[in-house]
Structure formats: structure tokens, C-alpha cells
Nanobody, 124 residues
Framework: QVQLVESGGGLVQAGGSLRLSCAASGRTFSAYAMAWFRQAPGKERDFVAAIIWNGGSTYYADSVKGRFTISRDNAKNTVYLQMNSLKPEDTAVYYC?????????????????WGQGTQVTVSS
């Protein structure tokens, strides 16, 4: 069992940056692939980025490639999402998720545990 708690969301102007964090409970955090998803009002939950257990491989949605960076610190049981050059269309609730398998999946159905989400709002 893994419990996930996101933080770092907020209101930022277009072109600005935010860094999201997701703190995980449990001693087996390093065994999980991790990902970030986002969901805007009235829309489906969309994949943003994923990272395997040791940080050796990452995968990004085309919409964020080159602007967002996912990373993890297994010693701190934390995964991060650095978001630069933010756009109004990045506005959403951002969720982190954990996968007990190899990871890098882009479907929410591939993930076993979810956080409660953190709101990111980008003003134009």
C-alpha cells in the first residue's frame, strides 16, 4: 500500500514556473514507477509524464515535452514535476500516481495508487 500526497500547486501567470511534489508513504517507494496526470474541468484525466523506479527512463506527453521535467528522489520518497513556460491550457488538477509494474504507461488504468490532487491555474 502506498499513500501519495501532492503539493506545490497554485496560481501563476503564463510563462511562469511551478514545481509540484508528491510525497509517498511506505518503504517500497523505490519499487514503483511514478507518473503525473492532470484533469481539467469537464475533461478526462490526461497523462503528463512518467518515470521508472530508478529514474533511468522518462516519458512525456507531447503537449508538455520540452517544458516539463519529471524526477524522483527515492531517499526522500518523493517525485517531482518541474513545470516551465506554463500556458493557460496547463490549468488543471494535477495528480501523481504509482504503478507496481515497470511503468511508463500513459493510461490511468495502469496505475494502482493515486494522490488527492493539487490545483494548478495559469492565468493569461
Amino acid at each position: 500500500q502506498v499513500q501519495l500526497v501532492e503539493s506545490g500547486g497554485g496560481l501563476v501567470q503564463a510563462g511562469g514556473s511551478l514545481r509540484l511534489s508528491c510525497a509517498a508513504s511506505g518503504r517500497t517507494f523505490s519499487a514503483y514507477a511514478m507518473a503525473w496526470f492532470r484533469q481539467a474541468p469537464g475533461k478526462e484525466r490526461d497523462f503528463v509524464a512518467a518515470i521508472i523506479w530508478n529514474g533511468g527512463s522518462t516519458y512525456y506527453a507531447d503537449s508538455v515535452k520540452g517544458r516539463f521535467t519529471i524526477s524522483r528522489d527515492n531517499a526522500k520518497n518523493t517525485v517531482y514535476l518541474q513545470m516551465n513556460s506554463l500556458k493557460p491550457e496547463d490549468t488543471a488538477v494535477y495528480y501523481c500516481a504509482a504503478d507496481r509494474t515497470y511503468g511508463l504507461g500513459s493510461s490511468p488504468y495502469e496505475y494502482d495508487y493515486w494522490g488527492q490532487g493539487t490545483q494548478v491555474t495559469v492565468s493569461s
